[in-house]
């Protein structure tokens, strides 16, 4: 049986931190958050990485990555861009920004074989989580049966600002039956809201929330692709427009194609969306160290 491989989905423009998060430095050593990502992936027994970027990064991470996994993961190096011909599409769409997280997976299609993870660079999932998702990929994971790591929201929230977060609701058996986007979440006085045209509603502390911590198997991609095309087709006018994972795993559910397991993780998140967040994840990672769960020096 082949290891699971990890998807990092790392070619985002950061426009609200400012600079490459995805390749700033956190930990002690200069590490970047998805060394952590990484260093926990090895322990659970994931066999290959695979970076999304843009072309234009491949430098930079190669610079930082390659010599360090070399011999310990197995890496490769995928572009998302704005080339719609290999989907079929020849009529050229003007674009301001990537087409957003399920576009990004997509553009994975030939380089993964094999069941697969998705994460965002720029979030702190925790050991938990990886060893979790591998269990589920090495284990359950079929052709139409996969999964999604659900964070509680009240332990996915920035200080700094509202964040984003596929809000997801489950059955009586804990797969889910519905995930929505909501681009404005955040805590207030201990309680946890999401604004919604002007609206405020609540929600409750555990409740699940994808933090983009996916487990899928290769059989996705063609769902992926036929997804994508009639969204590219129907935003050809909306230069902003972006194709998210969560619209497809709801579409997944909706049409009976598949199943998403919820699986819970107590791991408190933390990542970086503005600029203030840095100093609040270095203090994470310095007291994750201290606790004995990430060497002082990963490498």
Known sequence: MKKPTLLILAAGMASRYGSMKQIDGFGPNGETIIDYSIYDAIRAGFGKVVFIIKEEFKDNFKAIFDAKLNGKIETGYVFQDFDLSKYGINEEIYREKPWGTGHAVLEAKNSIKEPFCVINADDFYGH???????????????????????????????????????????????????????????????????????ERFQLSHDNPVSMNFWGFTPEVFPIIENMFVDFAKKNADKPKAEFYIPSVADNIVENGIGSFKVIPTDEKWFGVTFKEDKPIVQDNINKLIEAGIYPEKLW
Do not use: P
């Open 128 to 198: 938990d989580a990886f060893q979790k998702i591998a269990d589920f990929l090495n284990h359950e994971a079929q052709e139409n049966q996969y999964a999604i790591v659900g964070f509680k929201v009240g332990n996915t929230l920035s200080e700094n600002g509202s964040v984003s977060r596929g809000v997801c609701k489950t059955d009586e058996n804990q797969f889910l039956t519905e995930i929505t986007e909501r681009t404005k979440v955040f805590g207030e006085n201990g309680e946890v809201f999401y604004e919604e045209n002007g």
